[in-house]
Nanobody, 124 residues
Framework: VQLVESGGGSVQAGGSLRLSCAAS????????MAWFRQAPGKEREGVAR????????YYADSVKGRFTIPQDNAKNTLYLQMNSLKPEDTAMYHC???????????????????WGQGTQVTVS
């Protein structure tokens, strides 16, 4: 199983970035996938999740209205579209997957089976 993130970079406040998470080695559909972020000295935070079967999503309050989590099931790829970026969005972003439903919120980190290596987002 492999999750490979890409699309990070440096952007000015108010700008946009789109992260990608390419999944391989397992059945993409009917899994819970999520984006987490971790800033230096802070705990890993779940920002958004999607149940790949139904497309049901949930967003943390910190990103609601600015981020979306689209997917392309044909390409086994998850995205994180980030708009109106703020300096406090600066972090390493990871995608994660688990072979289960999501529940209501972003499930805790320990419940995810698979993780990507991360991609850095810096907002100045």
């Amino acid at each position: 199983v492999q999750l490979v993130e890409s699309g990070g970079g440096s952007v000015q406040a108010g700008g946009s970035l789109r992260l990608s998470c390419a999944a391989s080695g397992y059945t993409y559909n009917r899994n819970c996938m999520a984006w987490f972020r971790q800033a230096p000295g802070k705990e890993r935070e779940g920002v958004a999740r999607i149940y790949t079967g139904s497309g049901n999503t949930y967003y943390a309050d910190s990103v609601k209205g600015r981020f979306t989590i689209p997917q392309d099931n044909a390409k086994n790829t998850l995205y994180l579209q980030m708009n109106s970026l703020k300096p406090e969005d600066t972090a390493m972003y990871h995608c994660a997957a688990r072979r289960a439903t999501c529940g209501w919120y972003v499930p805790p980190t320990y419940s995810f089976n698979y993780w990507g290596q991360g991609t850095q987002v810096t907002v100045s």
